[in-house]
């Protein structure tokens, strides 16, 4: 199956800087979303985006969905500890999801 | 707040095994997935149920998987025999609809997945 390509793959910061990671694909999709996955559990929706061009703000987390229809941008302002976590981009067909590859955010208090 | 449930949460079996998981969809979600998340990687898509029948399961590798969804409510995943390369997250997600119109979204909910080892 198809994967999305995420950058960076990891990333490690100091806490209140702001983060950003992107994700890309050689596919068109209708619908992108990010989702964040912490250790032992399934992910968890956090912004999704439904036309391009569109900008999504969810409290300190930013996305948007790329004027091309194949990438996206996700960005966390002020990052805090509880931030830790795999972020994972994932792009909607209409009938099909596909995931990236996740980018694993560490923050250091 | 509903849930998507799944049992079990962890499994160690031996190479050539059966292994079996299960998943309780959110109550009122027609449309059920399986994906399968290896270590460091994202979920794939194994298999996408709508009510009790597969809409896709292209990436199934049906040598060794099968799933099914009887009365369109719960849903097994079965592997036999498993293999090494068969260790990973098999996680479940349930939403009220497949697809949707542009502009729509259905929105998935995972349960916390299923991590299997196979020795």
């Known amino acids: 199956g198809q994967q999305l390509n995420q950058s960076p793959q990891s990333m490690f910061i100091q806490e209140g800087e702001d983060v950003s990671m992107n994700c890309t694909s050689s596919?068109?999709?209708?619908?992108w979303l990010w989702y964040k996955q912490e250790p032992g559990e399934g992910p968890v929706l956090l912004i999704a985006?439904?036309?391009?061009?569109e900008l999504t703000s969810n409290g300190r987390l930013t996305a948007q969905f790329g004027i091309t229809r194949k990438d996206s941008f996700l960005n966390i302002s002020a990052s805090i500890p509880s931030d830790v976590g795999i972020y994972f981009c994932a792009g909607y067909t209409g009938n099909q999801f596909y995931f990236g590859t996740g980018t694993s955010l560490t923050v250091i208090p | 707040e509903a849930e998507v449930a799944q049992s079990p949460r962890y499994k160690i079996t031996e190479k050539s095994q059966a292994v079996a998981f299960w998943c309780d969809p959110i109550s009122g979600h027609a449309t059920l997935y399986w994906y399968r998340q290896i270590l460091g990687q994202g979920p794939e898509l194994l298999v996408q149920?709508?009510?009790?029948?597969?809409?896709?399961d292209s990436q199934l590798p049906k040598d060794r998987f099968s799933a099914e969804r009887l009365k369109g409510v719960d849903s097994t995943l079965k592997i036999q025999p498993a293999e090494l390369g068969d260790s990973a997250m098999y996680l479940c997600a349930s939403s009220q609809l497949a697809g949707g119109l542009a502009g729509s979204y259905n929105e998935q909910f995972f349960g916390p997945g299923t991590r299997l080892t196979v020795l």
């Open positions: 149920f709508q009510d009790e029948s597969v809409v896709d």
């Open positions: 596919s068109i999709f209708n619908t």
């Open positions: 985006l439904y036309k391009a061009g």
